[in-house]
């Protein structure tokens, strides 16, 4: 078991784990006893989910209803990736449904009404919403202005802008030969394809596992056993192909999910591997530590609102897309709620500094699986939303239990 | 003794010229003279303990060398060249590193991003195994008692945490470094060990100022004791034979060494 020289990392005689298999799943076990929950808790909130609503009604889990869940997920689902950037550094954003309506409605009205070319109207609509997130930053940073009020008087500013441009008629249907309708109602993968990107994912993991592996060898420092990561790309190749398939015994894999599934990992890589994901997490700990570490504050806020904006609006074109229209409900309602929850729910902490892009995954996932639910238990939107609000509250709790069971095993 | 790469050790200068010289820094907040002639020497390879009761002015003395505040009138030489300090980050530039009371430590991150937090490696895809090399050997050349840097801050003791902070300033490569009561809030044996680290930071070539209340720590880590009262120089003494009873006499002005 033990190696001859021991590795840089594992001199010391306190280190009671190990990273054999065995080590890794006691040091697993340790940490969610500690509060460390990590997806935990939204993994199994899925699966209770899934059970309760598949004994309630056979078609929750068919081909058919799942396809429309992810489809429903997307949109949603890259506004609360949004969030998730707010949410690192410590702060929030209300009004990411009104932005995303707002959004919505300056590409719709521009493409159908004044006759621009789609993808510029969508590219105002960004520009709009980028302009939104440097506001926020800038009343943050130059005025103190906390973003809770400063995104309260944009969720009503915005929506108003968005009902102002959309006019008495109040709605814009998207024509359906529009690239924007038929990316989100009708583009799928190609099954074969479908299978050969999950593949290539899976390889992808595992080749990046390997290279840090061979690259920490070769400085002598420990880490994870061959077997150990060939078992979780395997696991995860299955479990992909297994997706997919299922998926794909109806209308498929819909590029939107594909999209969204893209943005996810590449936020995921920005939070985790660069260094102005560092700077995010720093910022959203210790504001006066980055600042003294050297990390422009101002412009990791700057940079996060942006985001946030950002996806919002793509968010938001996305959902227009699925509706084919912008109207005057675009945005409004629980989406603004659904998006924040998602995050937290999905176990971005709402006291900044700990996260992760797949939370908005997830989290998206629960939200949408309730909501497609309940709506095919024909019940009405009351109950949802008192469903939803209670999961909500359920999530908060175990963050709340986890950071205080945390705070006393020490851990951050 | 064992260097960390990106930790130049340089020799104490041999021409025998203090490392920082301060002569005659007044520095005054409005009609409130903080600082009053103030005179500080600090050598490569030295270890300087400022004390002074509360209001001494040794915070003052402390932003003025790490570029917080600019002092109204004064000498500042710096390696026998007169500088002036623009502001922080040209402290930093200079060589002058400061570890302040509060440590400015993220407790969400784990000790090697700390460490390595606004200079990391490869900015777009961070380069976490040499960080982490260099972390181990940073810490190993300091004989710091930490288990795993992989941990976040929040689960390390308060000697642990001063350590980090020592290590981090050390990692910007300084010539003289500055600690504000390093000690305080410590317990015996984790406040041993950092004393044990300043040593050793010393034993590195870089000159060490430590503020401090407790004379005990004091006279055993420090080469030279600075005392400063209401502004003013109050006596300097030889750490290993002045007596607590003369210091304290000399912070609170019972004696009058100026």
Partial sequence: MSTPHAALDRVDERLSDTKDARGLVSSSLRNIRDGDLGFLPVVVGLVIIAVIFQILNPVFLSSINLVNLTLDSAAVGVISLGIVFVLLVGEIDLSVGSVSGFSAAITAVLFVRHGWNLGLAALAACLVAVAIGLLYGVLLTKFGMPSFVASLSGLLAFLGLQLAILGDQGSVNLPFDSALVFFAQLAFVPAWLSYVLAALFAAGFLLARLGVRRRRTRANLSSAPLGVLVGAAVLLLVALEFAFWYLNRARGVGWMLVFFLVLVLVANYAITRTKWGRSLLAVGGNREAARRSGINVSFIYWSAFILTALLACVGGLLSAGRLASANLSSGTGDVNLNAIAAAVIGGTSLFGGRGSAFSALLGTLVIAAIANGLTLLNLESSWRFVITGVVLAVAVGIDSLARRSRANHGRA | ?258
């Fill in chain 2, 1 to 258: 003794m064992s260097t960390a790469p990106g930790v130049d050790v340089r020799p104490a200068s041999g021409s025998g010229q203090p490392l920082l010289s301060l002569s005659k820094i007044t520095k005054s907040f409005g009609a409130v003279k903080a600082l009053t002639d103030i005179d500080l020497q600090v050598n490569a390879g030295e270890v300087v303990a400022l004390v002074g009761d509360n209001g001494a002015g040794k915070s003052t003395l402390v932003k003025t060398l790490s570029g917080v505040h600019a002092p109204d009138s004064g000498t500042f030489l710096f390696d026998g060249r007169p500088v002036h300090l623009t502001g922080p980050a040209a402290a930093i530039d200079l060589g002058i590193a400061t570890v302040f009371q509060d440590l400015a430590l993220c407790e969400n991150l784990s000790v090697v991003d700390n460490l390595f937090l606004g200079r990391e490696l490869s900015p777009f895809a961070l380069d976490e195994t040499t960080m982490e090399v260099k972390s181990w050997e940073l810490l190993r050349s300091l004989s710091a008692k930490i288990p795993t840097v992989r941990i976040p801050i929040a689960s390390l003791s308060g000697g642990q945490r001063q350590t980090v902070a020592i290590a981090r300033s050390l990692l910007g490569d300084p010539r003289i470094i500055m600690l504000d009561e390093p000690t305080a809030a410590l317990g015996v044996a984790q406040t041993a060990e950092v004393l044990g680290m300043i040593r050793r930071v010393s034993e590195r070539g870089l000159g060490v100022i430590v503020i401090s209340h407790n004379m005990e720590d004091v006279r055993q880590v420090a080469d030279r004791v600075v005392v400063l009262r209401l502004g003013r120089n109050n006596g300097t003494f030889d750490a290993r034979t002045v007596t607590t009873q003369t210091l304290i006499g000399a912070i609170t002005g019972a004696e009058d060494h100026a």
